[in-house]
Each structure stands twice: as structure tokens, then as C-alpha cells.
């Protein structure tokens, strides 16, 4: 069964999210982008439609959270009678395919864990076949799709009842055990894995780095980053596209039938989004969110729709998934969204008023007849990404400075 909503913590690398539950299970996981199918989707159903916990071991567990500064990197304290375990989550930018992973620190004494992965392509459909690579690493493949697991852990498959994967660990202070799971496509070789340590240090890195360019906010300054922090998260950083959030179907009233895919950008959304964005001092990001409204809404007006896709896709046909009985029973669980089939004329009022705003706080005009550029005066001055210490393949995650000719 599903965690409580409010129990969930977000972590992502701006092109898709997870959810991840206080009981260090991750419910909900969408691969390779925010609106793909989910190969996680128990948030929506039980624990055979996809999951990935680690836990202690000792139900009689205190658990504590916090994110890692002002980063999208979540930990998670159990403390057990036996020791306690700080559980590092995070997803690393992008240079080829999408990571999550897993640390698991000893703080104090030994503790004995567990790990139960339970893949399920297709929202919680597609069983995988599982095999074991040379290198121990497990593949799981079904169609196009394929994930890989590494770690140090033994792991074991258990077919008799939910087809998973599982795992004894003991962790004592001091050690850590990584996990790392990589989304890749069935038809290509396995990629390279990460080295998590280095992962970890630059993700902190850059989304610390990025943090710095918000303006101070008085005594509310926390909470604002934080927002900040949500916001970017959810930004489809390929194309500059925001969405509303990272799920689907999570009830408008427990039990209720108003369960809609939320994985999309609104029109309405535009102005309030520029204007938190361009306040905080986002210049990068508020341009990149402007270019994708201009590109998602050209051609004929009379075909301005209110809604659209990450990459500015216009055709989100709706459809049910019977096999998932939703959360706390709150059916049908939807993907896709009709709504963009609707007629609503206040979205003419808001792309005006979003490019005004846009003007008003200095991005620079567009020229759609001829060349254009990510560019943006309020970060011209070297205070923006292109001044970042990392390394260029990640600094457009983190602000866009492409200059396209």
C-alpha cells in the first residue's frame, strides 16, 4: 500500500522525478522523461505494480528526513536499537542516461538492511525478464525498455509470488554501500556506470551553485529556495518546459473520480511561473520557459490550445489504466489529459501578459525571422551558469547559456 501523500519527498534531474517514501521505498518513477510510462507506480496501486525499497531490516525504526542544503538530494535517517543508517537518494544530471542512486551510510553500530526491487514496465503492467551481466550487474529488459542494477550486495530473485529482487546487507559506522540504477534502451550495450561518490559531489555542486543565484528574501528565504528548488525540478531542462508536477491521478478527493495527469504545462501556469522565476533572479530559466511557450503556441491562433506537452507536443489523449486500483482506491487512474481538447479564451490574455512580464523584466525580445539566442540581460554579466565551476556537460541542466546562431 501507498505512503500518505504528504510522506513523500521529490527527487530529480530536470527531465524526470521519483517519489521516495519516509519508509525508503521509491513508489513512483517515470523513464526517460516526466510523462513516460512509470516502471515505479505502487503510489498508485500496491507494491507489485513497482517499487524499490531499502530499509532497516527492525521495524521498530525512528526515521528522520531532511534535503541536503539547498540541493534535490534527500536523506533519510533509521535509527534502530542496533545502530543507526543515513540513506542518500538523488538522481545525477544527465550526460548520456537517467541514474538514481543510493547511499547507504553507517552512522553508528551495525545495522541490518533490506532491498526489494520490484520492476514493473508499462505503469505496473510489464513484468521484465531479469538477467545477470558478467559483471554481476542485473538487467532487466521488456521491449525497448531496459534497467540496469548495480551494486556490491548479493541479491537474490524471488519468483513464487511478485517476481522481485531482494537483498540482506549489513552496514556498520563508517561504510557505505552504494546502489545504482540506470535506465538505458534494450538494443544498445549496457552503458558505463557512474562512480556514486563523484556523482554525488558534483550533483551537490551544481545544485548548490545554482542555489546562489537567488535573491536574498528576508526572513522567508529558506522556504523560497526550497519552492525554487521544486520549480527547477520540474523543468524539462531539453526544452525550457515546466510541468505541474511529476504524477499522475493522485486524487482531487480521497475515493474521488477527479484524477487527472498533471505531467503537462498549462498556459495559465505562464505568467505566475516567469514572474517567481524572474523575481528570484532566474533569468536563464524564465527565458528558456518563454521560448518554449512562443515555440509550443506557433502557427494559427485559432489553434492556441491550454495546455501542452514538456516538448510542446499538442495531441495528450486521454486513456484509462484498469489494472491499477489508484490511490486509496480513488479511481480511474488516467494517463494523458483531454482537457487540451477544451476552448478556454483566457489563454490569449495570458501568453500576452506572460510576454509582457517577459519584456518588462528585461529578456531580451525574440526574432522569429531570423536568428535567435538563449541569452538573457539579467544574467549577461557573468553572474549566470556560463560563469559555473562544473564542467560544460552539465551547466545546461542547471541555466541555460546556449547561444545559438
Known amino acids: 500500500m501507498?505512503?500518505?501523500?504528504?510522506?513523500?519527498?521529490?527527487?530529480?534531474?530536470?527531465?524526470?522525478?521519483?517519489?521516495?517514501?519516509?519508509?525508503?521505498?521509491?513508489?513512483?518513477?517515470?523513464?526517460?522523461?516526466f510523462d513516460s510510462d512509470a516502471c515505479f507506480a505502487a503510489l498508485l496501486g500496491w507494491e507489485e505494480h513497482g517499487r524499490w525499497r531499502i530499509a532497516p531490516r527492525d521495524a521498530k525504526t525512528r526515521v528522520t528526513r531532511r534535503y541536503r542544503g539547498d540541493s534535490l538530494i534527500l536523506e533519510t535517517r533509521f535509527e534502530t536499537s542496533e545502530?543507526?543508517?543515513?540513506?542518500?537518494d538523488f538522481m545525477p544530471f544527465r550526460t548520456e542516461t537517467p541514474n538514481i542512486i543510493r547511499l547507504v551510510v553507517g552512522e553508528?553500530?551495525?545495522?541490518?538492511?533490506?532491498?526489494?526491487?520490484?520492476?514493473?514496465?508499462?505503469?505496473?503492467?510489464?513484468?521484465?525478464?531479469?538477467?545477470?551481466?558478467d559483471?554481476?550487474?542485473?538487467?532487466?529488459?521488456?521491449?525497448?525498455?531496459?534497467v540496469l542494477l548495480r551494486t556490491s550486495v548479493h541479491l537474490v530473485g524471488q519468483n513464487i509470488q511478485n517476481m522481485k529482487t531482494v537483498g540482506e546487507f549489513t552496514v556498520a559506522a563508517g561504510e557505505t554501500v552504494p546502489f545504482m540504477l540506470t535506465h538505458a534502451y534494450s538494443h544498445l550495450p549496457p552503458p558505463a556506470p557512474l562512480d556514486p561518490q563523484s556523482a554525488l559531489d558534483e550533483t551537490e555542486?551544481?545544485?548548490?551553485?545554482?542555489?546562489?543565484?537567488?535573491?536574498?528574501a528576508g526572513h522567508c528565504s529558506d522556504a523560497i529556495v526550497r519552492s525554487l528548488i521544486t520549480l527547477k525540478a520540474l523543468t524539462y531542462w531539453p526544452t525550457g518546459g515546466i510541468v505541474a508536477a511529476p504524477t499522475t491521478s493522485l486524487p482531487e478527493q480521497l475515493g474521488g473520480v477527479r484524477n487527472w495527469d498533471y505531467r503537462f504545462?498549462?498556459?495559465?501556469?505562464?505568467?505566475?511561473?516567469?514572474?517567481?522565476?524572474?523575481?528570484?533572479?532566474?533569468?536563464?530559466?524564465?527565458?528558456?520557459?518563454?521560448?518554449?511557450?512562443?515555440?509550443?503556441v506557433a502557427g494559427s491562433p485559432e489553434q492556441v490550445q491550454i495546455m501542452y506537452g514538456i516538448a510542446g507536443e499538442r495531441r495528450l489523449t486521454e486513456w484509462e489504466v484498469p489494472w491499477l486500483p489508484g490511490y486509496e482506491g480513488a479511481i480511474p487512474v488516467r494517463v494523458g489529459n483531454a482537457a487540451f481538447k477544451q476552448l478556454q479564451l483566457d489563454v490569449f490574455g495570458e501568453v500576452m501578459d506572460a510576454l509582457h512580464?517577459?519584456?518588462?523584466?528585461?529578456?531580451?525580445?525574440?526574432?522569429?525571422?531570423?536568428?535567435?539566442?538563449?541569452?538573457?540581460?539579467?544574467t549577461s554579466s557573468g553572474s549566470g551558469p556560463s560563469r559555473m565551476r562544473a564542467s560544460g556537460k552539465y551547466e545546461a541542466r542547471l541555466g541555460i547559456s546556449l547561444i545559438r546562431k
Not at 508499462?122 to 513484468?127: L, N, P, Q, S
Not at 559483471?135 to 531496459?146: K, N, V
Not at 498549462?266 to 505566475?272: H, K, P, S, V, Y
Open 265 to 296: 504545462c498549462w498556459l495559465r501556469d505562464a505568467t505566475l511561473t516567469l514572474l517567481a522565476l524572474m523575481n528570484a533572479g532566474f533569468g536563464d530559466e524564465a527565458l528558456a520557459w518563454r521560448e518554449w511557450l512562443l515555440r509550443a
Open 2 to 33: 501507498s505512503s500518505r501523500i504528504e510522506d513523500y519527498a521529490l527527487i530529480g534531474d530536470c527531465e524526470a522525478a521519483a517519489l521516495v517514501g519516509r519508509d525508503g521505498s521509491i513508489d513512483w518513477l517515470c523513464w526517460p522523461r
Open 83 to 88: 545502530g543507526a543508517v543515513l540513506l542518500v
Open 357 to 378: 512580464q517577459a519584456r518588462h523584466f528585461g529578456l531580451a525580445p525574440t526574432n522569429p525571422a531570423g536568428p535567435w539566442s538563449w541569452h538573457c540581460s539579467s
Open 205 to 216: 555542486a551544481l545544485w548548490i551553485e545554482w542555489s546562489k543565484k537567488c535573491r536574498p
Open 108 to 133: 553508528r553500530g551495525h545495522v541490518v538492511m533490506d532491498t526489494e526491487l520490484v520492476l514493473r514496465f508499462g505503469y505496473g503492467a510489464i513484468v521484465p525478464w531479469v538477467t545477470r551481466l
Open 135 to 146: 559483471d554481476g550487474t542485473l538487467r532487466a529488459i521488456a521491449g525497448p525498455e531496459m
